[in-house]
């Protein structure tokens, strides 16, 4: 923007020259700069650019005093009421920037504490599994299409992470809705397939033609994690190596005519359970190439503390995608404590036939 003023007072300058045959500049002029300035950056921004107009006028002013060009050269009290007007003009552009940062600092706080409603972070235990989240917005207030939850209900612990189509308030809106309709449904429908169900029907009246919702809901027994999933990208189960936890029947997305299975996995004391957004698993470097999920992003998901985990795979998949990531990201880790969960109803479900089991919920 600042080179765009320069290019504007440049071609002022010209055309003044082409129509009165003469150099010369005029506050007017000169004041295009500092206003394109003030729409886009601080007051700071603009008070610079101000005084680097000041400072061209009173320049030039000068240097045409000495060359007395056809005799036509500004008197001082000419040249000391034009740096007034321009003074006087910088000054007003100057406090519109003021007023347009503190009203967008406003904005910000506003968005970030709607975020904070809806997307509340975790760092907490329960049953015996540790839970912890990450969020990265790429939009400018904060608002984005990734969405997750935590529920207590007496099914065990119900874990919510999902990706909205698109970005921005508008993806948010979608991603509230969401979230409104686990934190309904959570504690009272037993199974987690008629869940993803309800989650479904809820939000189908907010959905546009081209709208869907990838979600993925998460279940903690005793032993075990049970999942259904509706087009997200599948979990990794960390222990000895990363294992992706891929339903063996893919389903469409909310919104879409989702038809999921209900899958069962073990998840032992000690092993960890990673799930995400495309956020992480599709950014791209310069050549287009996807980040792998492979001994990198276990190794970033072993670490001592959860937290960290977190933070070294936000910095994995930005170094990846070339400092800067171009998609929202949403990041959760589970960890097994200790083996005390209840299941539902207080009841521990008999042990599985192998490492994971699906059982087909459809009607």
Request: neutral net charge; aromatic residues 4%; proline residues 7%.
């Amino acid at each position: 923007m600042f080179l765009i003023g320069v290019a504007l007072t440049v071609g002022g300058v010209l055309a003044t020259h082409v129509a009165a045959n003469e150099w010369r500049l005029t506050p007017g002029v000169l004041l295009i700069g500092p206003v394109l300035i003030s729409a886009h950056k601080g007051p700071k921004a603009t008070a610079n650019v101000v005084i680097w107009s000041v400072a061209l006028f009173v320049t030039w002013s000068v240097a045409l005093s000495l060359a007395d060009r056809n005799g036509s050269d500004p008197t001082p009290a000419a040249v000391v009421f034009d740096c007034l007007v321009l003074v006087t003009g910088g000054g007003a552009a100057v406090y519109g920037a003021r007023r347009r940062a503190k009203r967008e600092a406003g904005l910000h706080r506003v968005a970030q504490r709607s975020r904070e409603a809806v997307l509340r972070p975790l760092a907490a235990e329960a049953d015996g599994v540790l839970f912890s989240s990450l969020y990265r917005s790429v939009s400018e207030f904060g608002l984005g299409g990734d969405l997750y939850d935590l529920a207590h209900t007496p099914y065990g612990p119900r874990l919510l992470i999902g990706d909205v189509r698109g970005h921005g308030p508008e993806a948010a809106v979608l991603c509230a809705a969401t979230v409104g309709a686990f934190r309904e449904g959570a504690g009272g429908t037993p199974a987690l397939v008629d869940l993803a169900a309800h989650l479904d029907a809820r939000i189908s009246g907010d959905l546009g033609p081209e709208d869907f919702v990838t979600v993925l809901l998460a279940e903690f027994a005793p032993g075990e994690v049970r999942l259904v999933n509706c087009g997200h990208p599948a979990p990794l189960r960390i222990g000895l190596r990363a294992e992706p936890l891929a339903p063996s029947r893919p389903s469409a997305p909310l919104g879409l005519g989702p038809r999921p299975q209900l899958q069962r996995a073990r998840l032992g004391v000690g092993e960890r359970l990673l799930l995400y957004t495309d956020g992480l698993s599709e950014a791209r470097d310069a050549q287009g190439t996807m980040l792998p999920l492979d001994d990198r992003v276990r190794e970033a998901a072993c670490l001592p503390l959860v937290q960290e985990c977190l933070d070294a795979l936000l910095c994995l998949a930005t170094a990846h995608a070339g400092g800067s990531l171009q998609d929202d990201v949403a990041l959760i880790l589970c960890e097994r404590r200790c083996a005390t969960l209840t299941g539902a109803g207080g009841r521990t479900p008999g042990p599985l036939s192998s490492a994971t089991e699906t059982c087909d919920r459809r009607p």
